[in-house]
């Protein structure tokens, strides 16, 4: 899932702002659902600083979705990736203006597809004319936690 700012498809945060990051973690106690999977998510919000809250080891997705947001707790914090007898990661964009969710079987997996998703899914920079496209810019992980035996 890619996050943006009131869905549009570019969020900007100000370089000037002082960007606070907070992450909150919640772990359940590895109880299995009714299908034997443990589930995890990961919530985000960038909005007046960079605020994350994570979730894993839970019996659902109805759990973690409601943990991962309250340890958030922040406004306009969203679900960004959800996973389940795995990992989730967050990428995010070198001037923090873009993230993107993915999830793997375990964390290397994760954070690659993470970073796959953010990689394709931001715009090109606009070529100068007579020149060709610019690279798209790097991308890093910000956050990956997850399940049990993940």
């Known amino acids: 899932m890619a996050f943006s700012g009131k869905m549009a498809l570019t969020m900007f945060v ?21 299908d034997g ?17 994570a979730a894993w080891n839970y019996p659902n997705w109805a759990g973690s979705d409601a943990d991962a947001l309250g340890q958030c707790a922040h406004r306009g914090c969203k679900v960004m990736v959800q996973f389940r007898d795995g990992c989730g990661a967050i990428a995010e964009s070198a ?15 994760a954070e690659k597809d993470a970073m796959d998703r953010l990689t394709n899914w931001m715009p090109s920079p ?12 790097s991308v890093h ?9 993940a």
């Not at 100000?14 to 009714?34: C, F, H, I, K, Y």
């Not at 606009?126 to 810019?137: L, W």
């Not at 992980?141 to 035996?149: H, Q």
């Open 37 to 53: 999977s443990l589930y995890g998510s990961l919530a985000l919000s960038t909005d007046g600083g960079t605020f994350y809250g």
């Open 14 to 34: 100000s370089a000037a702002a002082v960007l606070v990051s907070t992450v909150g973690a919640g772990t359940a106690s590895a109880e299995r659902g009714p």
């Open 126 to 137: 606009p070529a100068m004319f007579g020149s060709s496209a610019p690279p798209k810019q």
């Open 141 to 149: 992980i910000r956050y990956s936690e997850c399940t049990a035996g």
């Open 95 to 109: 001037d923090h203006s873009y993230y993107y969710g993915g999830s793997g079987a375990n964390r290397a997996a």
